[in-house]
């Protein structure tokens, strides 16, 4: 086999979904991130991923998310939700690698690894999405209030919400819950 076919075989056969893009827009991706995302491929390239997210607001938010550390690092990794075509959601781990050192956004390689199926037609709010991101990432309640302009409280009652939307008992049931879906 020759060399460029491998890797084109390589790209297109990964178990995970691959994408390239250029200013949070799709130049190309494979097949499995088609699949996961529920599009035909053809339809995602050129796409903004806008398309993932209900809201520009929840868009512009998970951007700002991981920013700062691809700016630092040129890298980025975390578990976030993907809104598939048909409006349900999957849980991904996502990774991010930046080609451009000084406009970490302007060509980045992801992939994207399905982890855990909402149960059922489950659709998170933005709110859910959001306070599910930041205990992913290790925030307590104060810390995710304060990121997100909220008190306490609201995220408590959001994160009760969570836990018995996804039958778990504790946070820590529900981040493991998550976590052996790999």
Request: charged share 30%; hydrophobic share 40%; net charge positive.
């Amino acid at each position: 086999m020759a060399p460029d076919e491998a890797v084109r075989l390589s790209f297109e056969e990964a178990p995970i979904g691959i994408v390239l893009a250029e200013n949070r827009h799709i130049q190309t991706c494979n097949a499995r991130f088609a699949a996961l995302s529920g599009y035909p491929r053809e339809d995602l390239i050129g796409q903004s991923f806008r398309i993932f997210y209900a809201s520009d607001e929840e868009f512009e938010r998970v951007r700002d998310i991981g920013l700062e550390v691809i700016r630092e690092t040129g890298q980025y990794t975390d578990q976030r939700l993907l809104q598939r075509k048909d409006g349900t959601h999957i849980w991904c781990r996502f990774r991010a690698r930046s080609l451009v050192a000084d406009e970490p956004l302007k060509r980045v390689v992801m992939s994207f690894a399905q982890v855990f199926d909402l149960p059922g037609n489950v659709t998170l709010t933005p709110r859910q999405k959001d306070v599910l991101a930041g205990l992913r990432r290790g925030l307590t309640s104060k810390e995710i209030a304060r990121e997100l302009g909220l008190s306490p409280r609201t995220v408590e009652d959001v994160r009760a919400r969570l836990l018995k939307l996804l039958s778990a008992h504790n946070t820590a049931e529900l981040l493991a819950k998550v976590s052996l879906f790999n």
